[in-house]
């Protein structure tokens, strides 16, 4: 019988607190994140931060502006309407969203606390290759599946999100990226574990973090810096997406979801040309194995 030692192997919140340090330290260099922003890390998903945005950004009868492009920004546009006055300023549903809108093509609300939008759509596979226009007004993006795949001003943004396992390690951390102006903003009366003070204030570690997830992230962080950092992974996503839509395009039984300039370099959609062959295809595919 062997004695129980009474030690761990976890680790203590000291280590805790130091490991998370270098890692945030990782992020902003292959991120170049300005020194008076936060880096957080923390948990609930992106699905999470479409209230939690809304709640430390928006006071009571204020107003924020939505691009609408899929799935995601409908929910986060649902999210902040439990808030306060959200609206959508551009919705490419009505077109099967095979789209993401250009400066023109919107308007903000003079009146607007912050402005919105999905950098990339992954079920419709279409992508801002711009900075979209905010009007002046605070931005705020959810970057879940092409962060550290795409360029990213991060000094463009105010607060930046990304539910790590699109793009970044396992399920479980979301990383946040947030300005000097969303951490003024003060707002009183949001619950604690919603409130970005609380998570800033205690280093991401108000709560017990998720140690593995941030672990893997910051895993996946030093692998981009070993290979070329942010720019090595722009030109390896754009030349991987290029062969793919090369092929599309001389297809004449294939054709891609999304339109020329929208179209995303971190996932490809298509569709078959003659849409009638899509119920047998995806029979045989099925019957093939060619699911998931």
Known sequence: MRAVSGCSRCPTAARR???SSTRRRRIR???SVPEDYEVL?????????FYMTALNLMEEGQKADFLVTGGWSQKALEEASRVGDASSVWDDSDNGFRSVPQDGDYSIRKDAAYFHYTSNNTLYGTQFHHLPDSGGKPRVVDASSDIC?????VSAHDVIYAGAQKNLGPSGVTLVILSPWALSRGIQGIPTMLDYHT???KGSMFNTPNTFGIFVLDRVFAWIERNGGL?????????KAALLYN???????????AHGGSRSVMNVTWRLSDEDLEGAFLAEAAASGLVG
């Not at 720019?231 to 030349?239: K, L, P, V």
């Open 41 to 49: 890390f923390l948990q609930g998903g992106a699905s999470t931060q």
């Open 231 to 239: 720019e090595g992974a722009i030109e390896r996503n754009r030349a």
């Open 199 to 201: 998570h800033v204030s």
């Open 149 to 153: 795949g795409v360029p990213l001003d």
């Open 29 to 31: 260099r292959v991120l």
């Open 17 to 19: 607190s130091r490991a």
């Open 247 to 257: 092929e599309l395009d001389r297809s004449d039984f294939w054709r891609p979801h």
